[in-house]
């Protein structure tokens, strides 16, 4: 079945870096779009960073020129590149896949990381 392990987070200072990572398992990974998105505490879930098969990528307003998404192919994973960091990006992230299985598509989820960033 399909499987997405999140890892990387902690507590950065503002400023700082991380590099999320989310493994994947159990589905074609070269075939699907995989996305990162992050939930704040009262907040809605809002989708992060988007890169698709090819490896065309999409940002939110809020991370452009911050984050970067990537995949590597070889390893099933996706990753979340963050630089510059602000108290504002402090979230719970997850990668999602809108994957086709069972005979319907359905979006998968991992179990998120925390991010927290914060002096």
């Known amino acids: 079945q399909v499987h997405l392990v999140e890892s990387g987070g902690g507590l950065v200072q503002p400023g700082g870096s991380l590099r999320l990572s989310c493994a994947a398992s159990?589905?074609?990974?070269?075939?699907?779009?995989m996305s990162w998105y992050r939930q704040a505490p009262g907040k809605q879930r809002e989708l992060v960073a988007i890169?698709?098969?090819?490896?065309?990528?999409n940002y939110a307003d809020s991370v452009k020129g911050r984050f970067t998404i990537s995949r590597d192919g070889a390893k099933n994973t996706v990753y979340l590149q963050m630089n510059s960091l602000n108290p504002e990006d402090t979230a719970v992230y997850s990668c999602?896949?809108?994957?086709?299985?069972?005979?319907?598509?359905?979006?998968?989820w991992g179990q998120g990381t925390q991010v927290t960033v914060s002096s």
């Open positions: 999602n896949v809108r994957a086709w299985a069972g005979g319907k598509w359905s979006d998968f």
């Open positions: 159990g589905f074609t990974f070269s075939s699907y779009t």
């Open positions: 890169v698709s098969s090819g490896g065309a990528t």
